[in-house]
């Protein structure tokens, strides 16, 4: 806005005062967020708050707004939805290779992805 920079401090030292301005609450809003919305895995979500540079203390906070049992039935639900969608895939190997990289570039961890993977693609 082309303040000078005492205007630009004073303006910031009040915005965190006020708690407009609060590292934590946007961290875990933005969790919440893609998970609930974009069902990202908690792989993702850690890389984009780095991306942000959250602090590490923000980021396990933010993660435990996701419930465990609401993070297993996404991934299910996921899952479940892409392996339906590669029904007319007929090469097998690439069925695999499209159904895990789909799963782990939403950000969900390899040791799941691959699990489901052997249940599901055999």
């Known amino acids: ?3 000078i920079p005492e205007a630009t401090d004073l ?3 009040h ?7 609060n590292e934590t609450r946007f961290a875990q809003a933005y969790a919440r967020g893609k ?3 974009k069902k990202w895995g908690k792989q993702r979500i850690i890389r984009e708050l780095k991306f942000r540079d959250i602090s590490k203390y923000n980021i396990d906070l933010s993660l435990k707004e996701i ?4 993070y297993l039935s996404t991934f ?7 392996f339906l969608q590669l029904a007319t895939e007929k090469n097998l190997q690439r069925k695999r290779k499209k159904f895990a990289d789909y ?6 961890e ?3 992805v691959w699990d489901k993977v052997r249940e599901l693609i055999k």
């Open 76 to 82: 299910n639900a996921l899952a479940k939805k892409r």
């Open 35 to 37: 998970f609930n919305h």
């Open 15 to 21: 915005l965190l005062q006020h708690n407009f301005l």
């Open 103 to 108: 799963l782990l570039y939403r950000g969900w």
């Open 11 to 13: 303006i910031i030292l």
């Open 1 to 3: 806005m082309k303040m």
């Open 110 to 112: 390899s040791f799941m």
């Open 67 to 70: 419930s465990e049992t609401d």
